[in-house]
């Protein structure tokens, strides 16, 4: 991985991070979401976007957008731990600075993607992918990709 990639993927945890640990009273159960989270999150390995004119990208700005984004993402991970990413999730808030941007993709009027993009300077990395079809996935990355032209996107090279 290359430098810049691992400085950004820091700088991404680090943004997810700091929602529960400078919350003056966190609740247990976003404690426990983080870990989770930890455990399993990663930039977005090889994934070839796929054009789909039906899938409509939005950026997560509001409470019931991060609602639907923290149900979905959740699904990544096994059911008696989604509870806890739900509660975590939700209490991700937009970033001031723009780095962080959280995304849904919509089909048919349901949310069926969810991924989050953090950039630095010129580059970026996706992460958080998640659908329950992978051409979901390669619909909403070909949109983040075509939302976020002229910065530099890295992907992992494992």
Known sequence: MSQTLTLIEQNRLDWMTSHVNESPYPTPESVQGLAAYLNVSRPLDALTPL???????YEVDCHP?????????????????QPLLI???TQLD???SGNAKLYLGYEG????????????????V?????????????GLLAAILADNEGLDWLARED
Do not use: C
């Not at 054009?51 to 990208?57: A, F, G, S, V």
């Not at 991060?66 to 059911?79: F, H, S, T, V």
């Not at 009027?109 to 953090?118: H, I, L, N």
């Open 94 to 96: 937009k970033d001031p």
């Open 109 to 124: 009027g349901a949310p069926v993607a969810t991924a989050m993009r953090y950039v630095d300077e010129n580059h970026f």
């Open 65 to 81: 957008l991060m609602i639907r984004y923290a149900r979905l993402l959740a699904q990544k991970w096994p059911e008696q731990e």
């Open 126 to 138: 996706i992460a958080d992918v998640h659908a329950n079809e992978q051409s979901h996935a390669q």
């Open 51 to 57: 054009h789909r004119p039906e899938l409509t990208l």
């Open 87 to 89: 509660e975590f999730l």
